[in-house]
Protein backbone atom coordinates (compact mmCIF):
# COMPACT_ATOMS: atom_id res chain seq x y z
CA UNK A 1 0.00 0.00 0.00
CA UNK A 2 1.16 3.42 0.19
CA UNK A 3 2.13 5.17 3.54
CA UNK A 4 4.13 8.65 3.94
CA UNK A 5 6.54 8.68 6.89
CA UNK A 6 7.84 12.26 8.51
CA UNK A 7 10.30 12.99 10.93
CA UNK A 8 8.83 13.00 14.54
CA UNK A 9 8.53 16.29 15.93
CA UNK A 10 7.52 18.42 17.42
CA UNK A 11 10.60 20.72 16.22
CA UNK A 12 11.55 24.16 18.01
CA UNK A 13 13.82 26.12 16.72
CA UNK A 14 14.82 29.92 16.75
CA UNK A 15 13.69 32.46 14.48
CA UNK A 16 16.06 32.72 10.90
CA UNK A 17 17.14 29.28 12.04
CA UNK A 18 17.76 26.75 8.66
CA UNK A 19 14.45 24.04 8.63
CA UNK A 20 14.34 20.55 7.44
CA UNK A 21 11.85 18.29 7.85
CA UNK A 22 11.88 14.49 6.57
CA UNK A 23 9.89 12.93 4.38
CA UNK A 24 9.58 9.52 3.03
CA UNK A 25 7.15 7.43 0.97
CA UNK A 26 6.16 4.10 -0.50
CA UNK A 27 4.03 3.98 -3.22
CA UNK A 28 2.51 1.58 -6.16
CA UNK A 29 3.19 3.92 -9.19
CA UNK A 30 3.46 7.45 -9.85
CA UNK A 31 2.69 9.66 -6.76
CA UNK A 32 2.77 13.16 -6.88
CA UNK A 33 4.00 14.28 -3.57
CA UNK A 34 2.88 17.40 -1.62
CA UNK A 35 3.49 19.75 1.31
CA UNK A 36 0.73 20.87 3.27
CA UNK A 37 0.65 23.42 6.34
CA UNK A 38 -2.04 23.66 9.11
CA UNK A 39 -2.25 26.73 10.91
CA UNK A 40 -4.11 26.57 14.68
CA UNK A 41 -7.71 25.78 14.49
CA UNK A 42 -7.73 26.01 10.47
CA UNK A 43 -7.76 23.76 7.48
CA UNK A 44 -5.15 22.61 5.82
CA UNK A 45 -3.25 24.78 3.39
CA UNK A 46 -0.91 23.77 0.23
CA UNK A 47 2.31 24.83 0.30
CA UNK A 48 4.15 23.23 -2.81
CA UNK A 49 3.67 20.15 -4.59
CA UNK A 50 5.81 18.34 -7.11
CA UNK A 51 4.75 15.76 -9.76
CA UNK A 52 7.86 14.05 -11.26
CA UNK A 53 11.20 13.11 -10.27
CA UNK A 54 14.04 15.53 -9.84
CA UNK A 55 10.80 18.29 -9.69
CA UNK A 56 11.78 21.18 -6.46
CA UNK A 57 8.54 23.02 -5.63
CA UNK A 58 8.59 25.75 -4.07
CA UNK A 59 6.56 28.98 -2.48
CA UNK A 60 7.26 31.72 0.72
CA UNK A 61 10.88 30.38 1.11
CA UNK A 62 10.12 26.87 1.48
CA UNK A 63 11.21 24.06 -1.24
CA UNK A 64 11.35 20.37 -1.82
CA UNK A 65 12.74 17.94 -4.45
CA UNK A 66 11.15 14.90 -5.74
CA UNK A 67 13.81 12.41 -5.31
CA UNK A 68 12.71 9.06 -6.77
CA UNK A 69 15.96 7.25 -5.78
CA UNK A 70 15.55 7.82 -1.98
CA UNK A 71 12.01 7.94 -2.51
CA UNK A 72 12.04 11.30 -0.17
CA UNK A 73 10.50 14.60 -0.05
CA UNK A 74 12.01 16.64 2.42
CA UNK A 75 10.78 20.79 3.33
CA UNK A 76 13.76 22.76 3.70
CA UNK A 77 13.67 26.81 4.63
CA UNK A 78 16.62 28.60 4.46
CA UNK A 79 15.70 31.11 7.76
CA UNK A 80 12.37 30.67 9.41
CA UNK A 81 10.00 32.88 10.87
CA UNK A 82 7.72 32.94 13.98
CA UNK A 83 4.80 33.04 11.64
CA UNK A 84 5.83 29.67 10.22
CA UNK A 85 4.72 27.74 13.25
CA UNK A 86 2.39 25.55 12.22
CA UNK A 87 1.86 21.75 11.49
CA UNK A 88 3.70 20.29 8.42
CA UNK A 89 1.94 17.44 6.44
CA UNK A 90 3.78 14.95 3.58
CA UNK A 91 1.54 13.79 1.22
CA UNK A 92 0.84 11.87 -1.60
CA UNK A 93 -1.37 10.78 -4.59
CA UNK A 94 -1.30 8.75 -7.07
CA UNK A 95 -3.28 8.14 -9.93
CA UNK A 96 -5.78 5.79 -10.65
CA UNK A 97 -8.64 7.71 -13.11
CA UNK A 98 -8.07 9.25 -16.37
CA UNK A 99 -5.95 12.26 -16.55
CA UNK A 100 -3.65 11.27 -13.62
CA UNK A 101 -6.42 11.75 -10.68
CA UNK A 102 -6.12 10.14 -7.52
CA UNK A 103 -10.26 10.63 -7.21
CA UNK A 104 -9.52 13.01 -4.04
CA UNK A 105 -7.31 10.56 -2.00
CA UNK A 106 -4.33 12.13 -0.35
CA UNK A 107 -2.36 9.62 1.65
CA UNK A 108 -0.43 11.86 4.61
CA UNK A 109 2.00 11.47 6.61
CA UNK A 110 1.23 12.21 11.04
CA UNK A 111 2.35 15.27 10.60
CA UNK A 112 5.72 17.46 12.56
CA UNK A 113 4.80 19.90 14.73
CA UNK A 114 7.38 23.00 14.09
CA UNK A 115 7.79 25.89 16.71
CA UNK A 116 9.66 28.88 16.25
CA UNK A 117 10.75 31.10 18.81
CA UNK A 118 11.62 35.21 18.44
CA UNK B 1 -13.38 33.92 -4.36
CA UNK B 2 -14.87 32.14 -1.07
CA UNK B 3 -13.20 29.48 -0.12
CA UNK B 4 -14.53 26.30 1.27
CA UNK B 5 -17.03 26.44 3.55
CA UNK B 6 -17.97 24.06 6.43
CA UNK B 7 -21.13 24.17 8.92
CA UNK B 8 -21.32 23.76 11.73
CA UNK B 9 -17.85 24.68 12.93
CA UNK B 10 -18.42 22.72 15.90
CA UNK B 11 -20.90 19.73 17.11
CA UNK B 12 -21.32 18.09 20.34
CA UNK B 13 -23.36 14.67 19.82
CA UNK B 14 -24.20 11.79 22.30
CA UNK B 15 -23.25 8.15 21.38
CA UNK B 16 -26.19 6.87 19.31
CA UNK B 17 -27.17 9.80 17.71
CA UNK B 18 -26.01 10.39 13.90
CA UNK B 19 -24.92 13.53 12.65
CA UNK B 20 -24.89 15.37 9.16
CA UNK B 21 -21.90 17.81 8.09
CA UNK B 22 -22.28 19.90 5.68
CA UNK B 23 -19.62 21.51 2.85
CA UNK B 24 -19.95 24.20 0.66
CA UNK B 25 -16.64 23.99 -2.29
CA UNK B 26 -15.48 26.73 -3.74
CA UNK B 27 -17.32 27.61 -6.62
CA UNK B 28 -16.45 25.99 -9.78
CA UNK B 29 -14.99 23.10 -7.79
CA UNK B 30 -16.45 19.89 -8.91
CA UNK B 31 -14.45 17.59 -6.90
CA UNK B 32 -15.66 17.14 -3.16
CA UNK B 33 -13.48 14.85 -0.98
CA UNK B 34 -14.01 14.54 3.14
CA UNK B 35 -11.39 13.52 5.41
CA UNK B 36 -11.25 12.90 9.36
CA UNK B 37 -8.12 13.52 11.37
CA UNK B 38 -7.82 12.28 14.96
CA UNK B 39 -4.34 12.20 17.16
CA UNK B 40 -4.25 9.05 16.78
CA UNK B 41 -4.95 8.16 13.09
CA UNK B 42 -4.11 11.21 11.28
CA UNK B 43 -5.42 12.07 8.21
CA UNK B 44 -8.04 9.37 6.78
CA UNK B 45 -10.14 9.83 3.57
CA UNK B 46 -13.37 9.17 3.86
CA UNK B 47 -14.93 9.25 0.12
CA UNK B 48 -14.97 11.64 -2.97
CA UNK B 49 -17.44 13.05 -4.88
CA UNK B 50 -17.27 14.23 -8.29
CA UNK B 51 -20.76 15.35 -10.11
CA UNK B 52 -23.04 13.41 -7.46
CA UNK B 53 -21.29 10.31 -7.79
CA UNK B 54 -19.32 8.59 -5.22
CA UNK B 55 -16.00 7.99 -6.99
CA UNK B 56 -13.26 6.84 -4.31
CA UNK B 57 -14.25 5.43 -0.57
CA UNK B 58 -11.58 4.94 2.12
CA UNK B 59 -11.77 2.06 4.55
CA UNK B 60 -14.04 3.18 6.93
CA UNK B 61 -17.38 1.48 8.27
CA UNK B 62 -20.48 1.56 6.47
CA UNK B 63 -22.41 4.22 9.06
CA UNK B 64 -20.24 7.12 6.91
CA UNK B 65 -22.35 8.16 3.89
CA UNK B 66 -21.88 11.04 2.30
CA UNK B 67 -23.38 12.56 -0.92
CA UNK B 68 -23.17 16.00 -3.38
CA UNK B 69 -26.33 17.68 -4.87
CA UNK B 70 -26.19 19.15 -8.60
CA UNK B 71 -24.48 22.40 -7.16
CA UNK B 72 -21.66 20.43 -5.58
CA UNK B 73 -22.58 20.94 -2.03
CA UNK B 74 -21.97 17.99 -0.20
CA UNK B 75 -22.69 16.85 3.15
CA UNK B 76 -21.45 13.55 4.85
CA UNK B 77 -23.62 11.83 7.37
CA UNK B 78 -22.59 9.22 10.83
CA UNK B 79 -25.18 7.14 11.93
CA UNK B 80 -25.09 5.38 15.54
CA UNK B 81 -22.40 7.53 17.13
CA UNK B 82 -19.65 6.06 18.54
CA UNK B 83 -16.86 7.42 20.94
CA UNK B 84 -13.90 6.97 18.26
CA UNK B 85 -15.68 9.06 15.71
CA UNK B 86 -14.74 12.62 17.81
CA UNK B 87 -12.58 14.19 15.21
CA UNK B 88 -12.19 17.01 13.01
CA UNK B 89 -13.86 16.17 10.05
CA UNK B 90 -11.87 17.85 6.92
CA UNK B 91 -13.93 18.42 3.24
CA UNK B 92 -11.62 19.79 0.42
CA UNK B 93 -12.86 20.76 -3.13
CA UNK B 94 -10.79 20.76 -6.28
CA UNK B 95 -11.01 22.15 -9.32
CA UNK B 96 -10.10 19.04 -11.34
CA UNK B 97 -8.53 20.53 -14.77
CA UNK B 98 -5.15 20.13 -15.88
CA UNK B 99 -2.43 21.22 -13.23
CA UNK B 100 -5.27 22.34 -10.54
CA UNK B 101 -5.70 18.56 -10.58
CA UNK B 102 -4.73 17.18 -6.97
CA UNK B 103 -4.79 21.02 -6.04
CA UNK B 104 -6.63 20.43 -2.26
CA UNK B 105 -8.53 23.40 -0.88
CA UNK B 106 -8.99 22.56 2.77
CA UNK B 107 -12.43 24.29 5.14
CA UNK B 108 -11.67 24.82 8.42
CA UNK B 109 -13.31 21.49 9.75
CA UNK B 110 -15.89 20.55 11.70
CA UNK B 111 -14.89 19.18 15.62
CA UNK B 112 -17.41 16.65 16.49
CA UNK B 113 -17.25 15.84 20.20
CA UNK B 114 -19.26 12.15 20.87
CA UNK B 115 -20.15 12.03 24.61
Known amino acids: GNSVTQMEGPVTLSEEAFLTINCTYT??????LFWYVQYPGEGLQLLLK?????DKGSNKGFEATYRKETTSFHLEKGSVQVSDSAVYFC?????????????????FGQGTILTVHP | KAGVTQTPRYLIKTRGQQVTLSCSPI?????VSWYQQTPGQGLQFLFE???????NKGNFPGRFSGRQFSNSRSEMNVSTLELGDSALYLC??????????????FGSGTQLSVL
Open chain 2, 92 to 105: ASSLEVGTETEKLF
Open chain 1, 27 to 32: ATGYPS
Open chain 1, 91 to 107: ALSVPIGAGGTSYGKLT
Open chain 2, 49 to 55: YFSETQR
Open chain 2, 27 to 31: SGHRS
Open chain 1, 50 to 54: ATKAD
